[in-house]
């Protein structure tokens, strides 16, 4: 039965279900933490059960089960637990907790689905599934104003860009006839004509870009993120940015592949555009969560770079930036989380001297910072330094020599953080508390910028295996 | 033609020899009707009294939710017909499948339910 | 397809559209035929032998009044809505099986296509009420689409069933598979609320909340006179009877009955005989329960709909489903 090897989904939406159910009859609500991580803990384990998935039943021919399925769903079960970590002193304060518990098991779902979708039609529902889910968790903060325009905006353009995807994934269809990606492959040279596909592409790119959130299609990230509860904002510039690279891969290097020398083009100039718009609006903000916002929408230009490699080289640099990318980010975020429900402040000047207020909370958020920035010792170096090798040995110079300027551009407004937090003097003596489940988030993201950093090798090994078969032609 | 094609045209056809044999009513009725429109006749009627206000105006529509939870179970409702015609040839797969999926769908409706949702408020 | 088959079906346009006006004729005079009697008095008595002609002088004389447009309607909206609401009741007799080959057209999707076509007219109703500008109308025309889609779903679920016994969604084939047992034993839970439904969704008594007189005047159609009024009343009843027709399709076996000669060619006579006579007794049962029940208050016909109906019809699915799985593995 294929269907066994779905037992990780199948956990998490039962849980997701339940908690919804238990809600409606229970007085207490303070087990849905537990709950949402016991549902987690659960999918992860099952994962690693040796369920085989050789099974023609339709269900597994719609979704892949390959290990690099497998090294997204980890990497989304992990990171999804991290963010219910951290989600816990926000989210007590809500009045629909278990509401918020199950929708971020929905979202993780989707993701998950996401990262593992082996057609068309799988692929857009399963997006849908995750764009739902964020457009209710984005507005989530109900009497916030900024949260509501957040989710009201992401909302709007969210539509947009789905419907514009759905579009270009009409025309792919109507070109093949076809929704399976290795079928489209092989009918697409075929039945190639020029403007329909150029056509689908466009709508293609705008659709992805839009969900992974690339220069030009970027407008709504600073204002989802800012107004968006913190925890929410981290899931989804890790979650849904990785899960829509995920499916960027599948579809241009599996699908569309024989069309390469129409889309390769695009890639580089979006990754440019992408890095360089965001590092330099980040330098001018003031607010943290708008700063990562920017931050985020550059780090998904280096991201891409590793696309535009076209090299299992090149795609191996992009599952671990990934990788890296998911324990930095909730690093960051994290930290931003227990500033932000302590002192009800985002803005960066707010975190003066916050070494002599929380040291341990510095330290978290300097460390994460740094790898963002791409520092040594970090996780951000070796993915950087992996994805820039990548483009290097394609011969795309100027693309790395881009990327560098950009990541010296970057390290001054990280540092400007930095420098807040260990040079100017607090504005109040007053000590940030961390609770614990947020302190067991930071030790653990914290450990895994380290070991990404240090000590590489195992994690390149892994992802070398899972990328080594997606170039056989 | 194609059979479907075929079918969706009657529709059309029947369509048009409803409008058209209610438009010949009409147009009979306007031949030996009188006419004799009075400021008074055209008013807007509200039971005599003269009318207070517009009643093209802002008001909570108030099954706004039952609008919506109408939409997610009308397209269940699209889904269980398909099924229930191949039903007898799938057996207890099909029963198991159908009833995940309305499963899935009743903690919906048991949400709202719980919620007030349903209540006229 | 040539042009004597459009012929054909034009033909049958306008047979059908006379079938209707002849039977709402009929209907309105038994609806008060049957009030009288209910209320202890006689009913229509002077036109006609038992008042019969009432109804055709009736309308003789709506067709002569005068139609008021209200000064301040939506002009477009008041005129077409009629139109809307009339149309869609009209084309649901499309797949009404009368009796053996007596149907329009067997569409594969016919009990779908019965099930979503008379629920346009909502649009029509509630184009009716706001066209009007008139409170009543507008007020009658929300309730009418609130009750309208929150019956629909207990509707359409109620006959899932049945399209699981026949395997099929044509009304012809669903009739023939009732040949030896009526659905009605199988689906008794299924009649119960597919005739309720019935009630709400032609807004008949105790559903009739969209047009309570003695709350909204007389609820969307307020504004309207003359002959754009019958027409309104016109679609009711031709809803009513097509809601009673399926009805008999779904559950009560349609034009099957005893004493039917084989291969005779007066059979199909009989056939429709028999077809028509168990439609009336449901149409009957509706003015019965007309004259009998109090009508409902908003918020129980809302809670009935969705906290009474819509469960019970999902049981009433997983229900049949055992049963069909259970008398599959039982002659297999």
Sequence with gaps: ?473 | MEFYLLDVLLVLIFSGIGIILIALIFGLSKLISTAKPSEVKESTYECGNVPIGESWIQFRVRYYIFALLFVILDIEMIFLFPWAIVFQRMGLFALIEMAIFVGLLVVGLVYAWRKGALKWV | MNFSFLYLMGVAGVGIFIFIALSVLILVWLERKVAGHIQSRMGPMRVGWHGLVQTLADMVKLISKESILPAKADKWLFFLAPFVVFIPAYLSYMVIPFAPKLIIRDFNIGLLYFLAIPSISVVGIIMAGWGSNNKYALLGGLRSAAQIISYEIPRALSVVGVVMLAGSMSTVTIVKSQSSIWFILLQPLGFLIYFISTLAEVNRIPFDLPEAESELVAGFHTEYSGIKWSIFMMSEYANVFAGCALCVVLFLGGWHGFLIPKGEPWSSVVSLIWFMVKTLILIFLMMWLRWTLPRFRVDQLMDLSWKVFLPLALINIGLTGLFILGALKLFS
């Design chain 1, 1 to 473: 039965m294929g269907y066994l090897s779905f037992l990780p989904e199948m956990v998490i939406l039962a849980f997701a279900c339940i908690i919804l159910i238990l809600d409606l009859f229970s007085s207490k609500k303070n087990y849905f933490f537990s709950l949402a991580l016991i549902a987690l803990v659960l999918a992860l384990v099952t994962i690693f059960l040796p369920f085989s998935s050789n099974s023609n039943s339709l269900i597994t021919q719609m979704f892949f089960r390959d290990s690099m399925a497998k090294f997204f769903r980890v990497t989304f079960i992990v990171a999804a637990s991290l963010i219910i970590l951290i989600s816990n002193d926000w989210a007590r304060k809500s009045n629909f907790r278990s509401e918020y518990y199950s929708f971020i098991l929905f979202a993780t779902l989707g993701i998950m689905l996401m990262a593992s979708a082996g057609e068309l039609v799988s692929m857009y529902i399963s997006l849908e599934l995750t764009s739902l889910s964020f457009y209710a968790l984005v507005a989530f903060s109900k009497g916030d104003l900024k949260s509501s325009e957040a989710g009201l905006k992401y909302l709007i353009l969210g539509v947009i860009s789905s419907d514009v995807l759905l579009f270009g994934l009409a025309l792919i269809y109507g070109l093949t006839g076809a929704t399976r990606f290795s079928e489209i492959a092989s009918i697409l040279p075929r039945t190639f004509s020029e403007p329909a596909f150029l056509l689908s592409l466009i709508f293609l790119v705008a659709g992805f870009g839009f969900k992974i959130a690339l220069v030009p299609f970027h407008m709504w990230v600073p204002d989802a993120y800012e107004g968006a509860p913190t925890p929410v904002a981290a899931f989804m510039s890790v979650g849904s940015k990785a899960a829509a690279f995920a499916i960027t891969i599948r579809i241009f290097l599996g699908a569309l592949a024989v069309a390469q020398n129409f889309w390769s083009i695009l890639l580089p100039l979006l990754a440019v555009l992408s890095m360089t718009l965001g590092n330099l609006v980040a330098l001018v903000q003031t607010n943290i969560k708008r700063m990562l916002a920017y931050s985020s929408i550059a780090q998904a230009g280096y991201v891409l770079m590793g696309i535009a490699a076209l090299s299992a080289f090149g795609i191996s640099g992009t599952l671990y930036y990934l990788l890296a990318y998911t324990f930095t980010n909730i690093c960051a975020f994290a930290a931003v989380t227990v500033f932000a429900s302590q002192t009800g402040s985002e803005e960066i000047k707010d975190f003066a001297g916050l070494s002599q207020r929380s040291p341990t909370l510095a330290l978290a958020l300097t460390i994460s910072l740094l790898s963002l920035a791409g520092m040594p010792l970090f996780a951000g170096f070796v993915a950087k330094f992996y994805i820039f090798a990548s483009v290097a040995l394609q011969k795309l110079y100027w693309l790395v020599a881009v990327a560098l300027i950009n990541t010296a551009i970057s390290l001054y407004y990280y540092l400007m953080v930095v420098k807040q937090i260990y040079i100017v003097p607090p504005v109040s003596k007053e000590p940030i508390l961390i609770s614990l489940p947020s302190r067991v988030a930071l030790q653990l993201t914290v450990f895994g910028i380290l070991l990404l950093g240090i000590y590489p090798g195992p994690f390149i090994k892994t992802i070398g295996a899972i990328t080594k078969n997606l170039f056989i032609t």
